[in-house]
């Protein structure tokens, strides 16, 4: 009797209505996860760094309070800053699909973006303003400021493709997805282990950097693993984020070298010559691109084996999209 008493009080479980997940679920998990992603400087004391273009002679301890850190040294970091949080929001709505009793609706990851908009909004618009309001009244300030909205822009858009990225269903957009994530994780670790404008960082710089060059061809091995390489969009996929890894870690080594050349910021012509020159010198590294390429095969080739393993076991890995 109390085995059969108990069946009975377990079987309204088994029909239980799924948990949904819709726009309004959606929106604050983009919120949540766009904070969190600036969490690197938020931790800090949210100094703006020193402004070549300040209109007043200060110090650090004296800058502004700001929810971005606008500026030109850390152009990279801000677009790490703004797309990681966007794009784990995306993982998370991709992650719960496969959860027993959730059920993620269609326009959840639109309700995500929403919610990323807002926060992005608010703190691209405090700093900026902040910024705008304290630099010299010069053409070089106007484009100063102008670069500095662009680099936003670009990571609030960033993030918002990583997002729907992630989320979606299909493996190859995982792929792609992914790809986003490990160009820019290395420098929001960066960020998180020395933050901008905090002096004594230095004995974290070693973790930073090696995260840097290790986590971003690992995470794009493992999601190339993961999805395989059996259609033509996987395999095209794949071959974009490959030549991204290449490619797009040159550019933002170019592009920070040349913000920080503040001796030639007079002479642009030599200034792009500059960055041309560093440009060439990062896309031919032989022991930055081999050893990338080499990790990139060696963890999409264990992940792949062990997707292969599980789902010839009847694994929960066979029903992934």
């Known amino acids: 009797m109390i085995f ?22 959606g929106a604050g998990l983009g919120a949540v996860a ?12 949210r100094r703006l760094p020193l402004q070549n273009l300040w209109a007043v002679q200060t110090t650090p301890g004296d800058m502004p309070v700001v929810l971005l850190p606008l500026s030109q040294y850390a152009l990279v970091q801000l677009l790490g800053l703004l797309a990681l949080g966007p794009a784990a929001a995306g993982l998370v709505l991709r992650v719960l699909r496969h959860v027993r009793q959730v059920q993620v609706r269609p326009r959840a990851a639109l309700g995500a973006a929403h919610g990323v908009l807002v926060v992005h909004a608010v703190v691209a618009v405090q700093s900026l303003g902040v910024v705008a309001g304290g630099l010299t009244h010069r053409t070089a300030s106007q484009a100063y400021l102008a670069v500095l909205m662009a680099v936003v822009v670009t990571g609030v858009l960033l993030g918002l493709a990583a997002l729907a990225l992630l989320a979606a269903r299909a493996r190859a957009a995982l792929v792609l997805g992914t790809g986003v994530v490990a160009l820019l994780v290395g420098r929001w670790v960066y960020a998180l282990a020395a933050p901008v404008g905090l002096p004594g960082q230095d004995h974290l710089y070693g973790l930073a950097a090696w995260c840097d060059l290790w986590l971003p061809p690992a995470l794009v091995g493992a999601a190339v693993g993961w999805a395989g390489v059996r259609t033509v969009g996987r395999v095209a996929a794949a071959a974009v984020v490959v030549l991204a890894l290449w490619a797009v870690p040159a550019v933002f080594t170019a592009v920070d070298s040349v913000a920080g050349y503040r001796v030639a910021m007079r002479y642009p012509a030599e200034l792009a ?44 890995i066979r029903a992934t999209p």
């Open 4 to 25: 059969m008493s108990a069946q009975v009080h377990d079987a309204p479980d088994a029909t239980r209505v799924p948990t949904a997940v819709g726009p309004l679920a």
């Open 273 to 316: 010559a500059y960055g041309v020159q560093v440009l060439q010198a990062a896309l031919t590294d032989p022991v930055r691109i081999g050893t990338q390429l080499l990790v990139v095969a060696v963890v999409a080739a264990g992940v792949a084996a062990g997707v292969a393993v599980v789902s010839r076991r009847g694994g929960w």
């Open 34 to 45: 766009a904070v969190l992603g600036l969490v690197p400087w938020l931790v800090t004391d």
